[in-house]
């Protein structure tokens, strides 16, 4: 069974930092380049930041480069996002998933950021 576990989110000021985890199945994070996807109230989930399978690639939206980094440790099935220098249009639900064609979303982790 495909489980996705997010963990992390929080309450921080403009220009605070997070970290955010995730959980996933063996058989999920194994085999698939991941990434973390966020929605903002009343918008779109959005593709944040992706890693490949391996971890020596990244890619991030234009709106998070230099400030959200993302790592993957394969040993113990585990996501992440180093957030820093948040704003407040970083609020929004944040999300684990693959990268591709991703499917069986998790609840999910709340960050707020305030002005």
């Known amino acids: 069974q495909v489980q996705l576990v997010e963990s992390g989110g929080g309450l921080v000021q403009t220009g605070g930092s997070l970290r955010l985890s995730c959980t996933a199945s063996?058989?999920?994070?194994?085999?698939?380049?991941m990434a973390w996807y966020r929605q903002a109230p009343g918008k779109q989930r959005e593709l944040v930041a992706a890693?490949?399978?391996?971890?020596?690639?990244?890619n991030y939206t234009d709106s998070v480069k230099g400030r959200f980094a993302i790592s993957r440790d394969n040993a113990k099935n585990a996501l992440y996002l180093q957030m820093n220098s948040l704003k407040p249009e970083d609020t929004a639900v944040y999300y684990c998933?693959?990268?591709?064609?991703?499917?069986?979303w998790g609840q999910g982790t709340q960050v707020t950021v305030s002005s």
């Open positions: 998933n693959k990268r591709f064609y991703p499917d069986h």
């Open positions: 890693i490949t399978r391996g971890g020596s690639a990244t």
């Open positions: 063996e058989r999920i994070f194994s085999t698939n380049a």
